[in-house]
């Protein structure tokens, strides 16, 4: 005996069938499944990938802070160093010569004198131009001048990296490895090797240096110092 089929159950008043081309399993479904998976499917992983990491960051074309960084570390032109190391010599050497002129007149009446006594003793007398009151007036002049140097170049150099003249002509020294201001000592090396090489009369072939000196233009008291003199924009 075969059994009647079951009766279907009618559907809910609050749900309506859905038509016949959109019911589950129609043709209108599996298409819009099939679109919505066709894609992805086609798309390498390569490239699904690429689409989901963030795009690279690109620094911007005018960086200010790059261009304040490439301004501030560029070796200065040779016609402002020399301009500033004028105006600073021309300080330290008002500063000096205020000390070391009125000694040079005492330091030349006192050789006057010596050589008055000599003729006035009728022997052949051998008269040193250095003695110890000379000595002494030697002294004092190159300790004022170190002193002055040490409280004029070193101290600002140390500071603010420029000095008066560095200042006018916009130029400032710096550290050739951090490119900042230079440590006290440092500075204090740079004055004192530009102060002996000049008391020795090779100061000037130390300052032509930079002429030939590559990348940096560096004269033998910056090379002691391990600084540069580089453009000063602000």
Request: net charge positive; aromatic share 6%; glycine share 8%.
């Amino acid at each position: 005996a075969r059994s009647a089929p079951a009766p279907e159950r009618p559907a809910p008043a609050d749900r309506p069938a859905p038509p016949e081309g959109e019911r589950p399993g129609g043709w209108a479904q599996q298409v819009h499944q099939l679109a919505r998976q066709q894609p992805v499917a086609s798309a390498p992983p390569q490239a699904a990938k690429a689409a989901e990491s963030p795009a690279p960051w690109k620094p911007p074309k005018d960086d200010p802070f790059l261009r304040a960084a490439q301004d501030q570390g560029r070796p200065a032109p040779l016609g402002r160093r020399l301009a500033a190391r004028i105006v600073d010599s021309a300080v330290l050497g008002a500063v000096v010569g205020a000390v070391a002129v009125p000694l040079w007149g005492r330091a030349a009446d006192h050789i006057d004198a010596k050589i008055e006594q000599a003729k006035q003793s009728g022997e052949t007398v051998t008269v040193y131009l250095l003695d110890g009151t000379t000595g002494s007036y030697l002294g004092i002049v190159l300790g004022v001048l170190l002193v002055a140097g040490l409280v004029y170049e070193a101290l600002p150099h140390a500071k603010w990296g420029r000095t008066l003249g560095k200042k006018l002509c916009g130029v400032r020294v710096l550290d050739i490895e951090s490119h900042d201001t230079p440590s006290f000592a440092a500075a204090l090396r740079r004055w004192l090797t530009y102060g002996v090489l000049g008391v020795l009369a090779v100061g000037v072939l130390g300052v032509l240096w930079c002429l030939f000196d590559r990348p940096w233009r560096q004269c033998w008291h910056d090379k002691a110092a391990r600084t540069f003199v580089a453009s000063n924009s602000r």
